[in-house]
């Protein structure tokens, strides 16, 4: 940081000339990190601008404000055909330089958004410390949901969540880890027999469908198949003779059947023959 030890020519009886000065920007460097962070755009146009703190900005002999020598948070930096760069505190800025519109006005606007982020910061912190202390809420809140993201963000937003969000969160978390849970137990997935040939179908019946079309309606099921290599699924019409068939349903037929060409543990069966339901499901 460079200093004036001498006699200080950024004074009036120094012989400081008004019409040198050319401002520059502004800068922070009080002890708030929310309003430094507020005048982090202001800061990085400084650098590219060559402004170097530490190096080869004026200051008063005391590091405060090179004009009066007041210790300031709110700063401008200004240029000087001789003296290179010169910082003073907002106060001479304003009064002596007659730059206060644009320069009061960024100022008051970077000290009002860091004002706001110190407010919205506790506000955030108040909130976490409320989720620590229910630790069935701070469980929930870890697992990776879109709503438990949102009912939280809103929390640290706003100070609190309801009591019907907070019992949507672990809602959505217990479920979210049953589900984690029963897929992790699940067969791995096996691929769905490349043969032209008929082949004889036995599996259970995952679910049932009405489709319609312009040619009429049509019941289909999702059958999934069982073998040493895994599970694949079926799909296809229901065989008139077993029309009742439903979910849960143990059946078996012969059937054409075709792998699908997006997932190879998917496909279709047709024209299926021999139907029959081996178990029915379980009451």
């Avoid at 697992?143 to 937003?157: A, C, P, Q, S, W």
Wanted: charged letters at 25%.
């Amino acid at each position: 940081m460079a200093t004036n030890t001498n006699t200080n020519p950024h004074t009036l009886n120094g012989g400081m000339d008004l019409s040198l000065y050319r401002h520059v920007g502004e800068f922070y460097r009080g002890q708030s990190s929310e309003v430094a962070d507020a005048f982090s755009g202001e800061h990085r146009l400084l650098q590219d601008m060559g402004v170097d703190f530490e190096y080869n900005v004026s200051f008063h002999a005391n590091g405060g404000c090179a004009h009066c020598g007041a210790y300031f948070s709110y700063g401008s930096v200004f240029s000087h055909p001789e003296h290179g760069f010169v910082a003073l505190g907002h106060a001479c800025t304003q009064r002596w330089l007659e730059v206060d519109s644009s320069i009061a006005l960024r100022q008051a606007k970077a000290k009002k958004r860091g004002q706001a982020a110190a407010k919205q910061a506790k506000i955030a912190a108040e909130f976490q410390a409320t989720v620590d202390a229910d630790p069935e809420l701070a469980d929930a809140a870890n697992v990776e949901h879109y709503i438990i993201t949102d009912i939280m963000n809103k929390g640290r937003r706003y100070g609190s969540i309801s009591e019907k969000q907070r019992a949507l969160v672990i809602k959505i978390a217990t479920e979210a880890r049953e589900a984690e849970a029963a897929k992790a137990d699940e067969p791995p997935a096996a691929e769905v027999p490349d043969t032209d040939e008929r082949i004889t179908v036995r599996g259970k019946v995952l679910n049932t469908k009405w489709v319609y079309s312009q040619f009429g309606s049509t019941e289909k099921m999702l059958v999934e198949v069982t073998t040493d290599a895994g599970v694949y699924r079926l799909w296809g019409t229901i065989p008139s003779a077993i029309a009742e068939a439903d979910r849960g349903d143990m059946v078996e037929f012969t059937a054409t059947i075709t792998r699908s060409h997006d997932d190879g543990s998917f496909g279709f069966f047709k024209r299926p023959t021999k139907p029959a339901i081996l178990e029915p499901a379980a009451a």
